[in-house]
């Protein structure tokens, strides 16, 4: 069955603003706020999973997420610390030992690319259902399961927000799918989607590398991840300014940079080979190979989705590299080639 | 290595490097209490005298070798995984494959980087024996070379023990694994992964077990920490906000958070942890806050939102001087005029829908306040849809529901679009979309009766 699988999607199926409260906020151990994109292709396979055991088989072969608001519970600070929540005592009436979770509640519109499994869930005709039963079905899965750890609080019909999950059919054809995907971003706004900027990582390892020869990617990574301003030397030429101020920037985060994120992506092996089934004790079960990893970090760029060209660029697939031992999500974000900076807000939200 | 090198020269010079990484750790640890003469510092020196030993870090570290060394911990992930029943790894980074993402093989085996972990009491003992036993001799760490059973190597112990082959074997004990066979847990993170195509077949799934990356964690620690208590950020951050000119940069890590481990007792953890007390840094992945409104542009007393606030959004004013620019070229009137024009406005609209989706998100009943009191009513029944809601609110229910303010607010848009593009728009562009799809984001709302 899984040899004549489809690659390709065929429709998109879209859950609008789901209410996701207490998701994991803590992503690994660099990184907090929003939760990891491996947890979100891992809600694709339990969903698929769900579909399945349901009687309505679909395959869900990417997965796309806008955030439209959060709320993670921290208390804010110079550094900011998370609000726990107390525990209840042991056994014994002891404290359990602390493990601070990070929590955040999201509103999210998740994008499943899909294709599909069966004649008899057949696409075409669910897509032209006015009812979108379809879809309101695996809606009704898809609240069962934890999306990072996190419930999805039933959505509730408020005059002006578009909350009925749809699908649709993803044109064949370039441009009639560009056509239908600016109708369909719009929906989305306001929002940002979390796309892959690996480009961007390797970018700031080779800047790095001109003044020091010896900066390694973490370097690179953290160096990114900062801002590192810079008293700005007034210009030859120029005048200087009236109040007699210095001018600090980020000569790399200048007007049309984007929002640029560190995140992780996914696992590496910390061992040539998985384990054998049964081998490491107390595994989730005794059948499936096992391998201890740690996560691995690139950069992300949240970006509103008008600002996208395509639906592939906000999906994300799982990919697993078995010679490198490497278990990583990929974005089908392609970087524009030259940025037109006049193309793009003249002004950076603002951070908090 | 000299090959014809006594082996009694050769164990002096193994002593001597020993010696020398004591007195390297002393000078480290009496740093801080430089220029410092009160009772607190003089106590501390007189410690750290005592604790950089040769003799004591033997014989506290037999004593702690129940512990184990690790690059990888399982107590970072949970506080009561203990060693001896699941894995903690002690990995060789070079043996990790090299990768175009940021981890752990980014590491130099070389520099000592690995944390203990296990008995909390026992784990500064534990760091200062695995330290000593990493010190490299001509390549090898002096841990290989008693391993090795290297007679000058176990000859360096004869000071310290009348059986310095069976200190050794003790010594040892720290760089074992604790825990014999391969062991995970079920409060240790466990993920199933999905390595083939079909979610639905169990054989194509391994599990993932996470450890905590304790010397990655650390390196990226050292990076971060400075930032926030160093005196060299401290003067820059001082300089940006007074505007001065300064020699270096303020490094600032936004929206970052502090994760504890351990709680109060962060040595339960693993040294390292204890090291920074306990205190993770985790930088922010976070999205910008999408609906949170600025302040700039509410249509503060305002008979419409067109009047002023919406154009005076950098990003609609960028797209107007760019459209205007363009219709004043006199463009051909044909297939691509057209593709650009429907390219402008596009933009000009999906501005409009960001722009209602902030202000919707404010306060149901926002527009009931005296300052909103001009704002025409198809904009309040678009920018304030949720007042609908309210019980005494049937009257703007009703309005909202005949479904009038949609075309409303187009020809309002429409109306702002063409003076500003001074009559240049081919009539009827704007006015002729389907203003009602655009604006009504909520179809299910509508067909509320039909779909629930």
């Not at chain 2, 079920?186 to 999905?194: D, H, I, N, S």
């Amino acid at each position: 069955m899984s040899a004549n699988r489809p690659t390709q999607p065929q429709a998109l199926l879209v859950f609008p603003h789901l209410r996701v409260q207490n998701a994991n906020a803590i992503s690994s151990p660099l990184t907090h706020g929003f939760p990891s994109i491996t947890a979100f292709t891992g809600l694709m396979w339990a969903l698929e999973r769900k579909l399945a055991q349901a009687g309505t088989p679909l395959h869900l072969l990417k997965v796309g997420v806008v955030c439209h608001a959060h709320d993670e519970q921290v208390v804010d600070g110079y550094v900011k610390t998370f609000r726990l929540t107390r525990n209840p005592v042991d056994q014994h009436g002891n404290t359990a030992a602390i493990v601070e979770e990070g929590r955040i509640h999201l509103d999210i519109t998740l994008v499943f690319a899909v294709a599909q499994a069966s004649a008899a869930v057949p696409l075409a005709q669910a897509a032209d259902d006015r009812e979108q039963d379809l879809a309101r079905r695996i809606a009704d899965v898809l609240a069962t399961l934890r999306i990072a750890g996190g419930t999805v609080l039933p959505s509730r019909k408020v005059p002006g927000r578009r909350t009925r999950p749809w699908l649709a059919l993803l044109p064949e054809d370039a441009e009639a799918q560009a056509v239908a995907f600016k109708q369909w971003r719009r929906q989305w706004l306001p929002g940002y989607v979390l796309v892959g900027r690996d480009d961007l990582l390797a970018t700031r390892l080779a800047h790095l590398r001109q003044t020091q020869p010896e900066a390694t990617l973490l370097d690179a990574w953290l160096h990114a991840a900062r801002f590192n301003h810079t008293p700005m030397p007034v210009a030859e030429g120029a005048a200087a300014p009236g109040d007699g101020k210095v001018r600090w920037v980020d000569p790399l985060r200048g007007k049309g940079t984007g929002w640029t994120v560190p995140i992780p992506v996914g696992y590496a092996a910390l061992r040539d080979k998985p384990y054998s089934p049964g081998e490491v004790a107390h595994a989730r079960d005794s059948t499936t190979p096992v391998t201890f990893v740690e996560s691995v970090y690139s950069l992300g760029e949240w970006i509103s989705p008008h600002r996208l060209q395509s639906v592939h660029a906000l999906l994300w697939h799982a990919d697993t590299d078995s010679t490198r031992g490497l278990y990583r999500c990929r974005s089908g974000y392609v970087p524009p080639a030259g940025v037109d900076a006049s193309a793009l807000d003249d002004e950076e939200p603002d951070f908090d | 290595m000299e090959s014809n090198e006594q082996p009694t020269a050769r164990s002096q010079r193994i002593r001597r490097v020993m010696q020398t990484h004591i007195a390297r750790r002393l000078a480290r640890a009496l740093e801080k209490w430089e220029g410092k003469n009160d009772a607190l510092a003089r106590q501390e020196v007189a410690k750290a005298h005592e604790k950089y030993q040769l003799a004591q870090i033997l014989a506290k570290g037999v004593k702690a070798n129940a512990m184990t060394v690790a690059t990888h911990t399982a107590k970072g992930i949970h506080p009561d995984l203990r060693i001896k029943d699941v894995t903690n790894l002690a990995i060789r980074f070079e043996e990790l494959k090299t990768l175009n993402e940021v981890g752990s093989h980014l590491l130099n085996s070389r520099e000592s980087l690995a944390d203990t972990t296990g008995d909390g009491a026992y784990n500064a003992a534990a760091y200062e024996l695995y330290l000593l036993l990493d010190c490299r001799i001509d390549g090898s760490t002096l841990g290989e070379l008693l391993q090795a059973d290297d007679p000058d190597a176990i000859d360096t112990l004869s000071t310290y023990s009348a059986n310095p082959a069976a200190i050794a074997s003790d010594l040892l004990r720290l760089l074992e694994s604790k825990c014999t066979k391969p062991a995970t847990h079920a409060r240790e993170k466990q993920v199933y992964w999905l390595t083939g195509n079909d979610p639905s077949n169990d054989g194509q799934y391994h599990i993932l077990v996470p450890l905590y990356p304790a010397s990655l964690v650390h390196q990226a620690y050292l990076q971060i920490h400075p930032t926030r208590y160093g005196e060299d950020n401290h003067a820059a951050r001082k300089a940006r906000r007074d505007g001065k000119a300064h020699q270096g940069v303020y490094q600032e890590y936004r929206g970052w958070a502090v994760q504890k481990l351990g709680g109060t007792k962060p040595q339960n953890i693993s040294h390292l942890n204890s090291e920074r007390r306990g205190e993770n840094y985790l930088l922010a992945s976070l999205p910008p806050h999408a609906w949170q409104s600025s302040q700039r542009y509410l249509p503060v007393n305002a008979k419409s939102v067109f009047d002023r606030s919406f154009g005076a959004r950098p990003a609609v004013r960028t797209t107007v001087k760019a459209f205007l620019a363009f219709l004043l070229t006199n463009p051909e009137p044909n297939r691509h005029t057209r593709q650009a024009v429907d390219d402008f406005l596009d933009s000009l609209v999906d501005e409009v829908v960001i722009y209602a989706g902030e202000l919707q998100s404010q306060p149901a009943g926002w527009s009931l306040e005296e300052r909103y009191a001009d704002l025409a009513l198809p904009e309040k029944l678009w920018l304030d849809p949720e007042r609908a809601e309210w019980p005494d609110e049937a009257a703007f229910a009703q309005d909202w529901s005949r479904m009038d303010w949609p075309e409303q607010v187009g020809k309002r848009f429409a109306n702002w679009l063409n003076a500003q593009l001074q009559g240049k728009l081919p009539v009827g562009d704007a006015e002729a979309r389907d203003w009602r799809r655009v604006l009504l984001a909520n179809e299910s709302w509508l067909f509320a009766g039909a779909a629930a």
